[in-house]
């Protein structure tokens, strides 16, 4: 059996161009998450970067410092929580048609 190398370095380098062209599309979708009730906002991009926290001014007249590193602390886990469930699902229209291969990770 002769395997085509050729062929095969073709086929992986189209799939690295898709999973470039999956990162620049995650680039420019952000998602937006809040706790307590409104008090605190954490805007994500999907590459995960942080682009806006918001704080209620109502949360920082209180002082209360326990609560606002509570819920920044929530939402930021939250935002990154959801980041990573878009990009799963981002991914997903990529590799469903590929074989469950153990290992092979396309870090995205």
Same mark, same amino acid.
């Given at each position: 059996m002769d395997f085509d190398f050729k062929n095969i370095l073709g086929q992986f380098q189209k799939m690295q161009e898709e999973i470039e062209k999956i990162r620049s599309e995650l680039s420019t979708k952000s998602i937006t998450v809040e706790t307590g009730g409104g008090m605190v906002s954490v805007t994500i991009d999907g590459n995960q970067q942080v682009l806006? $926290?918001?704080?209620s001014q109502d949360l920082i007249e209180s002082k209360d410092k326990q609560m606002i590193e509570d819920l920044v602390r929530g939402a930021v886990n939250k935002a990154f929580k959801e980041s990573?469930?878009? $990009?799963k699902d981002e991914m997903s229209k990529f590799t469903s048609f590929l074989p469950n291969i153990p290992g092979?990770?396309?870090?995205i």
């Open positions: 806006k $926290i918001n704080i990573q469930n878009m $990009i092979l990770n396309f870090n």
